[in-house]
């Protein structure tokens, strides 16, 4: 198992740039997370998808930030335009229960450290 | 607001010593809680969670401690190894009310040998 996958794992950009975060989740896994991990506030969830629908954007900062999820193996976060407040790591999960369940371990990927100058 | 707090961003233990990581909440909501453990360069990984109907679970070296009229959790290692050096980050979520986890901002856990 591959466990989940993040590209790329280091992104440098310039201020005004356009980024665009890729996130492949653990196959057969239908809920996957976006999560922005700062010093100052932790591991903050920005949106979470369940069979591919978003169902909570409540932690998008701002109208910069978007995410897709076309099919069940890819999702990205993208930011534009980015700004150095942006710099962070954004980490993606993905978890095999459905919204809901009980037991509720979720499955991270390496993360993409993310410095936007 | 930070709902789930973990007050100490660091800790020094000594090998074979007990490890205490603690961490509240505010939201009486919850009631699930787990642990993650991160180290450098790596997405957190699943520890130990425990249930709000229980107020104790154990897993090998690891066992955490819910206080509900306290809305406080504590991780407890024991004994400690130097590979337990990590971040430990506490969560929370309420089914009743969504399914996201809620993060503290983690707490660095460093074992000397």
């Known amino acids: 198992d591959a466990g989940v996958i993040q590209s790329p794992r280091h992104e440098v950009t310039e201020m005004g740039q356009e980024v665009t975060l890729r996130c492949k989740p653990i196959s057969g896994h239908n809920s996957l997370f976006w999560y922005r991990q700062t010093m100052m506030r932790g591991l903050e969830l920005l949106i979470y998808?369940?069979?591919?629908?978003?169902?909570?954007d409540s932690g998008m900062p701002e109208d910069r930030f978007s995410a897709k999820m076309p099919n069940a193996s890819f999702s990205t976060l993208k930011i534009q335009p980015s700004e150095p407040r942006d710099s962070a790591v954004y980490f993606c999960?993905?978890?095999?229960?459905?919204?809901?369940?009980?037991?509720?371990?979720?499955?991270f990927g390496p993360g993409t450290r993310l410095t936007v100058t | 607001d930070q709902q789930v707090k973990q007050n100490s961003p660091s800790l020094s233990v000594q090998e074979g010593r007990i490890s205490i990581l603690n961490c509240d909440y505010t939201?009486?909501?919850?009631?699930?809680f787990l642990w993650y453990k991160k180290y450098p360069a790596e997405g957190p990984t699943f520890l130990i969670s425990?249930?709000?109907?229980?107020d104790k679970n154990e897993d090998g070296r690891f066992t955490v401690f819910l206080n509900k009229s306290a809305k406080h959790l504590s991780l407890h290692i024991v004994p400690s190894q130097p590979g337990d050096s990590a971040v430990y980050f506490c969560?929370?979520?309420?089914?009743?009310?969504?399914?996201?986890?809620?993060f503290g901002t983690g707490t660095r856990l460093a074992v000397r040998p």
């Open positions: 425990i249930s709000s109907i229980k």
């Open positions: 999960a993905s978890t095999p229960e459905p919204v809901g369940a009980f037991s509720y371990e979720q499955y």
């Open positions: 998808f369940n069979n591919n629908v978003p169902i909570d």
């Open positions: 939201n009486s909501m919850f009631d699930y």
């Open positions: 969560a929370a979520m309420g089914r009743s009310s969504g399914d996201k986890l809620t």
